[in-house]
């Protein structure tokens, strides 16, 4: 097969159109024009060219008059349009090309895409001059991925090579994403701190054929979860195999969900865990038995269901959920995906995410994102943001899609009607939620808040049990409404709790976590023709294996046998036939075991209750329902009677430790919007399973000749150190005084930390401090968090002294030295981070001593550092700036600049007025890097850095 080269490899560039094609598209559009009174006579490659030049039928019978009177105006901008757009080539054996026809040929004729890992091919893929081996397939459930020469394909990059910093991507026409509505919407859900894939157009050619303008979208991935500065983790999305299938006949959600990268997270215990702690979770909610706080991020879903209400982006909720599992909250977060926009005009509410929001605090997040929404679609300056992002798209795309639907911006008019709809939707009636933690308590507590008004104190009218109606006003304060972080929540007080003798009978649904505790069951087919009847699922409750068999019809079943390896298996408490109704499950204890791989082979086999025709079911390796949220919580009255040494000072929401040397047998739980308040010679010793998780603000007092100090009992058995989670209203710590001694990472259930001393979404001040003896991956993890580091001493740490990731903040006058004993660790780790650094002192360093990576940027002055394997090291995109500074006694490098992940770009390091002295070798620079030292360019060399690690965390270039 002929493969040419785009003439231009990384632009394009569309000459002016003669006046014959201008004619031409003309005579297109009034042909167009003319024919669509008459749908049903179209032949199916007119219609098919009208779609792929954008041509939307629902945009045009919204308004055909306007739409129509557009036609002509758009042909005229779409001359010499397409602007300046990158290049990506892709070559493909003829022998792969006919087996991707193939595929396509068996999905047009069964009108739907069935995918699987055997469907991908080899392929080149050429882009800035590069060429990079890949694996790709057809992507897409609809046939509108595979549309005249438009095909959509997913793509993954082989070995370790990436494309604009990505491994795993799609591209696909745009038309599937509504052009560049997609990418629009995603501005402004990064803006409200929601995640979202890379989103941008290419110009394309496919075996030297151009296929135009295709969209690039990242798919989900570690790269994807590092650029949007998160922690690694998983992601969940509703496997839909089975619906498109036609395989099931109902879909149920808690039983579909499904990871990316399967493989790859067996691998690995961190992301096992997170994975069976993400569908635990989910599952329980669910089921009804965990309410949406503790499933999900509260204040991240309420805004995303927000913005997916007014800009009708409800196709997202569907099959295309898409969730991140945060690990360092153990919370789900809601990712931008597949959105349709002016899909879906109705709040979709009875899906996983939408039914999130039922009885929950999300509600007020959504009402205070309506309100902010408002404010910014009457903003100028925002409309201006957006309506350029929009402008530059619209002119990459008018070019070929002449008759695509008007840009975004002529959405913003319908936005805010929908604003205007959602704000009169909002009863007079207050939403009235009870406390999920006593509900049935006597007497009932709860709160109520009125949207139109949230900062009022609300009132509302129920029965009694005696048939009285009463009036209640919710005027008091509640303390577990703290929990929710009420400045995000748009509300100002607590003031709006209520008391009743007990629960009524009006107010049992708002006690209970969910409406519908099991999402809508989709009916798939109306004729009983079943690929299975049941599903099988194992997963591991508390070290014993569970088998749960699941019924998904409409019919009672009879479960005739379980077989493992061809064997019955044993199941004690059950007699065959086992009759199970519709709806309901069982649940088989197995044996004591943690291994689940070793779990297969078990099948299942069951029968409609009255028929004859058997159906086998495998088992298939889940995870299952958690009792709770690994995540300790408490509420600051609870805190003040578990522990002698608190006092609750509920005026200034503070939780104050007496002075004095106390024996901490429990962890301190510190609630949202409370202080932790400690003084200055105060002393704390922690058994072992104890530490401080704090939501709220630290407050330690010492002074450095009278200390703060933070100790295990037996120095030997590390306590469990100090973790403050603050959430997106950035809660401020300060510690001044204070030394901390013998602390490791907390680890409970699947829930952990790395950092023995853990500062998350915090404001941080810390001041005339000691960290000692640390054993964790990091003494200190500063995590999106602005900081203010004086003299600190971290001394005596087995892995990393501080470890920075995506924050901001300056260090200065401290030491960091005895670093990494344990065999390797840096002083200073800084991840897609700005940090100042000054006057520093650092000695005794296993690994490097000062290491900037993933996009940061670290200036540096006055920096001493004597005795490590590598001093200065700038790599994945980052820049290091350090003058003043002496560097000695280095056994690798000095200054060192590559790049470690190739998702990344090089590294780059200016050192002015350096002094050296015992070092082997100043600086090495690889290919690509750059660095400047005392004025002078470093000659960069070719060398890996998969060899830089050995044994004891030395450093071994190889050349």
């Known amino acids: 097969m002929m493969r040419v080269s785009p003439s231009h490899p990384t632009k394009t560039n569309q000459p002016i159109q003669s006046k014959l094609r201008l004619t031409a598209m003309g005579l297109c559009a009034i042909f167009f024009l003319g024919i669509l009174g008459f749908n049903s006579s179209i032949n199916n490659a007119i219609q098919e060219w009208l779609r792929l030049k954008g041509f939307y039928l629902s945009y045009f019978l919204d308004d055909p008059a306007s739409y129509a009177q557009a036609v002509p105006v758009n042909i005229l901008k779409s001359i010499g349009g397409g602007g300046e757009l990158p290049v990506l080539a892709l070559d493909i054996k003829f022998k792969n090309w006919k087996k991707l026809e193939q595929k396509r040929r068996k999905a047009l004729t069964g009108g739907t895409l069935i995918t699987s890992d055997d469907d991908y091919v080899r392929a080149t893929l050429r882009y800035e001059d590069k060429a990079v081996r890949v694996k790709l397939r057809l992507k897409g459930d609809h046939l509108d991925h595979l549309m005249g020469n438009k095909w959509s394909f997913r793509i993954k990059v082989s070995g370790k090579d990436r494309i604009w910093g990505m491994r795993r991507f799609s591209i696909q026409n745009p038309r599937t994403r509504r052009f560049q509505s997609e990418p629009v919407f995603y501005e402004m859900l990064k803006d409200y701190g929601i995640l979202t894939p890379r989103y941008f157009f290419v110009r394309t050619y496919v075996n030297g054929e151009d296929i135009g303008v295709m969209a690039i979208e990242e798919h989900f991935s570690k790269e994807m979860i590092e650029h949007n500065r998160r922690k690694e983790s998983v992601f969940l999305r509703i496997d839909e195999r089975g619906y498109f299938s036609h ?3 109902k879909f149920q959600y808690d039983s579909n969900l499904k990871s990316f990268q399967h493989s790859t997270i067996w691998k690995s215990k961190e992301l096992l865990e997170d994975y069976e702690t993400a569908i635990g979770l989910v599952r329980s909610f669910l089921a009804g038995d965990l309410p949406a706080g503790r499933v999900f991020d509260e204040v991240l879903m309420g805004r995303f269901l927000a913005l997916v209400d007014v800009w009708g982006a409800g196709h997202g909720l569907y099959f295309n959920t898409r969730m991140y599992y945060n690990p360092i909250i153990a919370r789900l977060e809601p990712v931008g995906f597949d959105s349709n926009i002016g899909e879906e005009t109705d709040f979709p509410g009875s899906q996983v995410l939408g039914i999130s929001i039922k009885s929950s605090a999300m509600r007020l997040v959504y009402a205070d994102t309506i309100r902010n929404l408002k404010s910014q679609f009457s903003d100028p300056s ?12 619209e002119a990459q795309l008018r070019g070929e899609f002449f008759l695509k639907p008007p840009p975004v911006k002529s959405l913003f008019e319908s936005f805010r009607r929908r604003i205007k709809e959602i704000e009169e ?13 006593e509900c049935d308590a006597k007497p009932f507590r709860g709160w109520a808040v009125d949207l139109r008004n949230p900062n009022d104190s609300a009132e509302f009218e129920y029965l009694s049990d005696n048939g009285t109606q009463r009036t209640i006003y919710a005027n008091q304060s509640e303390l577990g409404f703290h929990k929710l972080g009420l400045r995000e929540l748009g509300i100002d007080s607590d003031k709006h709790g209520f008391t009743i003798p007990q629960r009524t009978k009006n107010l049992n649904l708002h006690c209970s976590y969910i409406t519908n505790p099991q999402t809508d069951l989709l009916t798939l ?12 699922l194992i997963y ?14 409409l019919h009672p079943i009879n479960i005739h046998s379980v077989h493992r390896d061809g064997m019955p298996l044993k199941m004690p408490g059950y007699r065959m036939p086992i009759l199970l109704h519709p709806d309901t499950n069982i649940l088989i204890s197995l044996q004591k075991t943690e291994d689940l791989p070793s779990l297969g082979g078990i099948v299942v086999a069951s029968t409609i209750q009255g028929k004859n025709i058997e159906y086998l079911t495998n088992a298939r390796i889940y995870a299952g329902p958690l009792s709770t949220n690994p995540v300790p919580d408490s509420d600051a009255k609870e805190q003040a009677e578990l522990h002698s040494f608190l006092s609750l000072d509920e005026k200034s929401k503070t939780l104050n430790i007496s002075t004095g040397t106390w024996h901490i047998t429990a962890p301190i739980i510190v609630p949202a919007g409370y202080t932790l308040s400690i003084k200055k010679g105060t002393t704390l010793h922690f058994d072992p399973n104890c530490g401080i998780v704090s939501f709220g603000s630290l407050s330690f007092n010492g002074k450095l000749e009278d200390p703060i100090l933070l100790d295990a009992v037996i120095p030997e058995k590390y306590w469990k150190g100090i973790v403050v989670l603050g959430k997106h209203e950035k809660v401020a710590s300060h510690l001044h005084g204070v030394v901390i001694r013998n602390a490791t990472n907390i680890e409970q259930g699947k829930w952990r930390q790395t950092g023995g001393v853990v500062f998350y979404r915090s404001n941080l001040e810390i001041n005339d401090s000691r960290i000692e003896n640390g054993n964790s991956e990091d003494a200190i993890n500063i995590i999106q968090s602005r900081f203010d580091i004086r003299n600190l001493t971290i001394d005596n740490s087995t892995s990393d002294a501080l470890d920075i990731d995506f924050s901001e903040g300056s260090i200065s006058n401290s030491v960091f030295q005895n670093i990494g004993y344990a065999g390797g660790g840096d002083a200073i780790d800084v991840s897609g981070s700005k940090v100042i650094l000054r006057d520093l002192v650092i000695r005794n360093v296993n690994d490097k001593a000062l290491s900037a990576g993933e996009r940061s ?7 001493k550092i004597n005795n490590s394997s590598i001093g200065v090291a700038s790599k994945d995109s980052s820049h290091v700036s350090i003058s003043n500074s002496l560097i000695t006694e280095i056994q690798v490098a000095g200054l060192m600049a590559y790049v470690k992940k190739q998702e990344y770009g090089p590294g780059s390091i200016k050192a002015d007025n350096i002094v050296f002295s015992n070092t082997i070798l100043e600086a ?31 450093l071994e270039i190889a050349n």
């Not at 014993?544 to 019809?553: D, F, G, K, Q």
């Open 382 to 393: 925002y409309i201006d943001k957006l309506d350029s992002i929009d402008a530059k798209f």
């Open 857 to 863: 940027q670290v200036s540096a002055s006055n920096i």
């Open 924 to 954: 090495k620079v690889q290919t690509g890097s750059r660095t400047l030292l005392n004025g002078v360019e470093i000659t960069p060399e070719n060398f890996g850095v998969e060899q830089l690690y050995k044994k004891l965390g030395k």
């Open 247 to 249: 395989k099931q006949y």
């Open 425 to 437: 939707s909002w009863s007079e009636e207050p939403i009235v939620i009870g406390s999920f933690d």
């Open 525 to 536: 087919s109306d004729k009983p023709d079943y690929f299975a009847l049941v599903d099988a």
């Open 540 to 553: 591991v409750d508390n070290n014993h294996s569970v088998l749960e068999i699941i019924n998904t019809t």
